[in-house]
């Protein structure tokens, strides 16, 4: 028993093969555009994951701290400490910036974390954890930081002293880790020249600045500098406690918004990103309908260019069986290796897309189900055809 | 048939090759790979603690020279910068009236001395009068017994006496009363010279100025200051340390002070006291460093990073802090067996400022344990031994 459609492709085999790679080429941007997708919504899984918190506490009435600004006095974790069911709780700022380096700006979501506490790097890919209690920074390798690099962050220099991976903000910007006490500077206190111009205007204030009362206006002057805000509170339920529990006393005794995991990936999956992951969505049911096409408008000519040779089988009693088979087989042929190529060059090229490329396993198995569908789908238009061809055609030319 | 067999044989090992570099790509990258570690073996040595803080630069003892009364500065004679020996005039203050009145008051005071000379003066005068007075009656006296004079002469000489002794008795009050009014006056003399001295200025310790407030002319009210000066002797770095890591830090340990003017230099300094009082807002614990010699040009105010060498140990069994791991509650440190990763629960002690950590126990010395991975790992995660993760990743 000789393969009909190994035969045939045999006989047109560079023809086979190069329409096999052109469609792999189509599959691996329908997979890409898949792992974008999947990056999108990882990113802000990602955000949640690298905090390890069960709670957010932010302030009342605000969806921080990612999807809106939200400000707590950092004296607040203390009473949150005081909860019952509460673990450990952590200050934490954010804040997205850009850092200069050489020539070139990155921007950054600036991570202020208490070493040691909810909100620290969990991993690193190279050297080693903040120690100093100042002006260390532990950076993802995205920034482009190198490691014993010294950067600047408003007023001070920082080294870089260890770098981790995948801790980037729900919309791809890679995070600077640095300590609380630092971060809050950089996000509260004002540059110098504002800093003295504040001054000067306090001074100028008769009302502030009063002869009478000596050290009225030093006093006013120190607390206008001062920054005592955050953030969020990062919350760690001890085992045995419900976090909605927990969350619910928050809200009910400390007039704060707490937000449990699943209410932060609710905000950030189906708020944040919601419009631009659609947009990603769309577009990929547009590749994969565009994809569908292209492989069944192949196998079609395919079939329409050897009609005179499906003749002769037909005059010769070949079953239409067999040749459907063939046509199925060879349909499907095309989708095996356009997928193989599609997923090798997707694995190939996801490195670098500058945002995150997630290609799950899942998907893959999803898109040869879906490539061996659409060829099978495809390839009966083409068995149509072939069935309805006259073998008379074979002789009468 | 020659050409299709060999065609057929091209093709199969061109299709082979294919689908071996695609299982070798899936497996070796993406989520089915194994994650990349790094590797360190766990070693016992010398382990060198310390902590960090940052400080300003400050003297612990300065001055705020001022008039205690309100007033107008006269002069001011010493500028910012200047140094100053002890008791040194550094300004004046408006007298106003008090020459005038110290004058007065000197007058006064002299005055008194001539009036305590009249005084005695006239309890001369008296003691000779009641000297007289009594001899004459005690002679009025006899020759009255003898009938040579009148009963009523001889108790008008007795009256005469009497009155003279209480004559003496007046004069001597008197004289005490000026006594005394001369010790008042004087005091008074020098409470006005006192006052006159208090508007002049003086340093109180050698040093150096620092600020110089107010001008000649300016009005100042009592508690405003005219100078600031400081105790050159007192510089030290008020150091703001973090409470969770202040634990070993004593007074008189090494410290390595960077100014921020200079930061590629450690000026070596010494701990003098570790301060009762800490910032319970900043939960900071304030430190005093003292430089071993004070550098010659910095500004109070200054920025300076101080680190502090806390504890010493000779053999101490330590990892890298990036190893240790929060683990399903537990800390510790990923170790890998039969190519997977396993999770070692460790108890950990203090952290050094290169970031190792004291494993107090659960590992031994010479055990290899993982340092750096490319994502958080899980128990059974198969894992590859790296030298460096990040070179080639992007």
């Known amino acids: ?397 | 048939m020659k050409r299709p067999v060999l065609r057929v044989v091209g093709l199969s090992i061109l299709g082979l090759v294919l689908v071996a570099g695609f299982v070798l790509l899936m497996v070796r990258s993406g989520p089915l790979a194994p994650v990349r570690v790094t590797i360190a073996v766990v070693e016992r040595g010398a382990f060198e603690n310390a902590v960090f803080g940052v400080g300003t630069v400050e003297a612990e003892r300065s001055y705020a020279i001022g008039p205690t009364v309100p007033g107008r500065v006269l002069a001011v004679h010493v500028d910012v910068g200047g140094e100053v020996r002890v008791g040194q005039l550094l300004a004046e203050m408006d007298p106003v009236e008090l020459d005038a009145r110290l004058s007065a008051s000197r007058a006064a005071a002299a005055r008194a001395v001539h009036a305590l000379e009249v005084a005695r003066a006239q309890v001369r005068d008296a003691e000779v009068r009641q000297d007289l007075a009594g001899r004459n009656a005690r002679r009025y006296a006899s020759l009255g017994e003898q009938a040579f004079f009148s009963d009523a002469a001889v108790e008008a000489k007795r009256q005469e006496a009497d009155s003279a002794g209480a004559q003496l008795q007046s004069a001597r009050a008197q004289l005490d009363a000026a006594r005394m009014d001369v010790e008042r006056l004087d005091a008074e003399r020098a409470a006005a010279e006192r006052q006159r001295a208090n508007v002049r200025l003086v340093a109180p310790v050698a040093g150096v100025v620092t600020a110089r407030d107010a001008e000649p002319g300016t009005t100042l009210v009592a508690g405003q200051s005219v100078l600031r000066m400081v105790d050159s002797a007192s510089v030290r770095v008020r150091t703001r340390i973090d409470q969770g890591r202040s634990g070993g830090v004593r007074a008189g340990q090494a410290a390595a002070i960077v100014l921020r003017s200079r930061p590629g230099l450690a000026l070596p300094g010494r701990v003098t006291r570790v301060e009762l009082n800490g910032d319970a807002v900043t939960e900071e614990r304030i430190v005093q460093v003292v430089f071993d010699e004070a550098p010659t040009d910095f500004a109070f105010g200054e920025l300076a990073e101080v680190t502090i060498v806390t504890t010493r140990g000779g053999d101490v069994l330590a990892v890298p802090g990036a190893a240790v791991h929060e683990y399903e509650g537990r800390r510790g440190v990923w170790t890998i067996a039969d190519g997977a990763a396993a999770f070692v629960p460790v108890r950990t002690g203090e952290t050094s400022l290169d970031g190792r950590v004291v494993v107090l126990e659960g590992l031994q010395a010479g055990e290899r344990i993982v340092v750096h991975s490319e994502r958080e790992l899980e128990a059974g995660d198969r894992v590859s031994a790296a030298e460096s993760l990040v070179a080639v990743r992007r």
């Not at chain 1, 919504?41 to 955000?47: G, S, T």
């Not at chain 1, 002057?221 to 990062?234: E, F």
């Open chain 1, 1 to 397: 028993m000789i393969s009909l459609a190994g035969r045939d492709i045999l006989h047109h085999w560079a023809k086979y093969v190069f329409t096999g790679v052109g469609l792999g080429l189509l599959i691996g941007v329908t997979l890409s555009m898949a792992g974008i997708y999947r990056g999108m919504v990882d990113d802000a899984q990602v955000l949640l994951r690298s905090s390890g918190a069960d709670i957010w506490a932010v302030q009342q009435e605000t969806l921080g701290p990612y999807a809106e600004p939200s400000n707590l006095r950092d004296d607040a974790y203390r009473a949150i400490l005081g909860i019952p069911g509460v673990a450990e709780a952590s200050n934490v700022t954010y804040l997205t910036m850009q850092i200069r380096q050489g020539e070139r700006d990155v921007r950054v979501m600036a991570v202020g974390f208490e070493p040691g506490r909810p909100g620290e790097p969990p991993f690193l890919v190279a050297g080693r954890r903040i120690a100093r209690s100042h002006y260390e920074v532990v950076a993802d390798v995205r920034t482009g930081f190198r490691l014993g690099e010294r950067v600047r962050i408003r007023r001070h220099e920082y080294e870089v002293v260890g770098l981790t991976r995948r801790m980037v903000s729900s919309s791809g910007d890679p995070m600077v880790f640095l300590p609380l006490k630092d971060a809050q500077e950089a996000q509260f206190l004002k540059d110098n020249d504002a800093i003295v111009n504040e001054r000067a205007r306090t001074a100028s204030n008769p009302a502030l600045n009063r002869p009478g009362v000596p050290g009225l206006l030093d006093a006013i002057l120190a607390s206008q500098t001062a920054s005592r805000s955050v953030n969020a509170v990062l919350v760690r339920v001890a085992s045995g406690h419900e976090a909605e529990q927990v969350a619910e006393n928050i809200r009910r005794w400390k007039h704060l918004e707490a937000y449990t995991r699943a209410q932060m990936e609710e905000i950030l999956v189906a708020k944040l990103i919601e419009t631009s992951a659609r947009q990603i969505a769309t577009f990929l049911v547009i590749l994969a309908i565009v994809s569908a096409a292209i492989v069944s408008f192949i196998i079609y000519t395919m079939t329409l260019g050897k009609l005179r040779e499906l003749a002769v089988l037909k005059l010769i009693g070949t079953p239409n069986r067999t040749i459907a088979a063939m046509i199925l087989q060879q349909s499907l042929g095309l989708g095996l290796i356009g997928f193989v190529i599609g997923k090798t060059v997707a694995t190939l090229w996801a490195p670098y897309f500058p945002k995150y490329v997630l290609l799950l396993p899942g998907d893959a198995v999803r898109g040869l189900a879906a490539t061996i569908v659409v060829c099978a789908i495809a390839s009966l238009l083409a068995i149509r055809v072939a069935l309805k061809v006259d073998p008379a055609t074979a002789i009468g030319g």
